[in-house]
Structures are given as structure tokens and as C-alpha cells.
């Protein structure tokens, strides 16, 4: 974390507001549209610092021009700076991240509420109670499944018997 009194020779007054509100408790008390708005300024802010320190590096290596009287000599301000603007933007999203699990939190458990008022309701519905079973309950149905003729041990003992003999005809 950087110094106060670094924070205020690398960043501007519209900047040091920017990261300032990217900081709890000001970032928990925005409003949703405040949120967006601070995320996407402070994103312009970062590719900009970005933007510079990629030209400073050019310069430097003399790829490109200078934009200024002299060619760039060191780009690491703008790099700090680009640190700074990067961890605001990051804190940004990390609570519109928050904030969208909460919702869909919040989402889910009332769907699963009325689900449950649903079923509920649906379970109350009484059938009248006239009719073939009335009051007799539950009738036996028969199984109409075959039935099984043969023993299992039986059956596994005649499989190994072939397969014994199988072996044996096979070794000859």
C-alpha cells in the first residue's frame, strides 16, 4: 500500500476521489448506478495510465518518437500509478461481484419459498372421498412379474461346470 503523500504526487484530485471511493466504507454505501459509474471511470483512468506507461516503455527503447520535448527516462510513476488505478478498479468490481451473489442469493430463496408455498398448497387439496375405495384403503396388486425357476447357486455351478469344460477341451 502506498503513502498518502505518494498517493498525492501520482494521482490527480479527480483520481485520489476516485480510488478514495474504491475503499470500504464509501465503496458498501454507493448505490448500484454509483458503483457503475465509479467502475467504469476509474477503468478509463487505468487504460489511460496504461496507455502512457506503454508509450514511456517505446520511448525508452527508442521504438517510438517522444511525445514530449525529451524522450521518457523512467515510466515507473506511471507504473505505480497504474498499480493504484489497477487495485481500485479490481475493489470495484470485487463488490459489483458481491452484490450480484447477494441478488441471486436473495433470487434463489424466494423462488425456493414459493415452491415451497406451492407444494404446500397443492398438498391441501382434498379428494372427495365417494368412491370405489372408499374407505377400504390401499387394494394388493399382484406381482405379475415371472417367478424365477432356478436356484442361483445352481445356476452359477452349472456356468463354471462349462466353462471348466470348455478349458479342458481347449487345452488339448
Not at 4 to 15: H, V, Y
Not at 65 to 92: I, M, N
Amino acid at each position: 500500500m502506498a503513502q498518502k503523500a505518494q498517493i498525492d504526487r501520482l494521482l490527480d484530485e479527480g483520481e485520489r476521489e476516485l480510488v478514495a471511493a474504491s475503499r470500504y466504507p464509501n465503496l458498501g454505501d454507493m448505490s448500484d448506478e454509483d458503483l457503475a459509474r465509479l467502475k467504469s471511470n476509474l477503468r478509463s483512468r487505468r487504460d489511460r495510465a496504461r496507455d502512457i506507461a506503454k508509450r514511456q516503455r517505446r520511448e525508452m527503447r527508442g521504438k517510438s518518437a517522444p511525445a514530449g520535448a525529451r524522450p521518457a527516462a523512467d515510466d515507473a510513476g506511471t507504473r505505480e500509478k497504474l498499480s493504484l488505478l489497477s487495485s481500485a478498479v479490481q475493489r470495484a468490481n470485487k463488490e459489483a461481484a458481491r452484490r450480484r451473489r447477494f441478488a441471486a442469493r436473495e433470487t434463489l430463496k424466494k423462488n425456493a419459498e414459493k415452491a415451497l408455498e406451492m407444494r404446500r398448497a397443492s398438498m391441501r387439496q382434498h379428494h372427495p372421498s365417494a368412491g370405489r375405495t372408499a374407505n377400504e384403503g390401499m387394494r394388493a396388486v399382484p406381482n405379475r412379474k415371472a417367478q424365477d425357476l432356478a436356484d442361483p447357486m445352481e445356476v452359477g455351478r452349472v456356468s463354471q461346470f462349462v466353462k471348466q469344460g470348455q478349458a479342458r477341451r481347449d487345452s488339448r
